[in-house]
């Protein structure tokens, strides 16, 4: 079990937030199952380096996140809203983060990623370990967050101005 992220993006129009629809392109698994090319969800994998980065969420490697849960925008997208009411009371971990905010990070600066495996007894392995002083690695952001990132940061470039574009996201357990 793990946790999984629900992310949207809204688009600014007449000083209204509006859920923007499928324009995200799905991958070939994604593709089959959908029975489409393209999905509403901006982030639509399970990738912790991302939530850690995104929210503090599953942070194992201790990446410095863009920021602490905001919880929903007062002017959330009625559709949006609706997705998080469908998903029940699971959800954790809401927030926002605009496409300005995106844009502004240092995807270059390099931090100290510190999930490693360690044995922990005869055939066990922890996968989501701390390192140590001098165990784990030095990395940028660019290389710490996967390329789908940024294939769908190239998308939300394209709805709009960045004041105008944001993300709106929540995670489950």
Known sequence: MGSDIYSFAE??????????????PLDDFDKEL???????NPFNWREYSLFGWLAD??????VPPISQPRGFPADISPDVQ?????MGIGGHSRSWLSLAELLAVDYEKVFWDRRVTKRNGLN???GAALAD?????????REHLSPAYFEALEVL?????????RIVFWFDV
Do not use: A
């Not at 969420?57 to 201790?62: A, G, K, L, R």
């Open 57 to 62: 969420v599953c942070n194992y490697s201790h």
């Open 34 to 40: 959908e029975k489409k090319d393209f999905g509403d």
């Open 133 to 141: 002083e001098g165990e784990g690695r030095h990395i940028t952001l």
């Open 11 to 24: 688009v600014r129009k007449n000083d209204k937030w509006e859920k923007v629809g499928d324009v995200f």
């Open 82 to 86: 609706q997705e998080n009411d469908d």
């Open 157 to 165: 470039k394209t709805l709009g101005n960045p004041d105008d574009v």
């Open 124 to 126: 066990m392995w922890n």
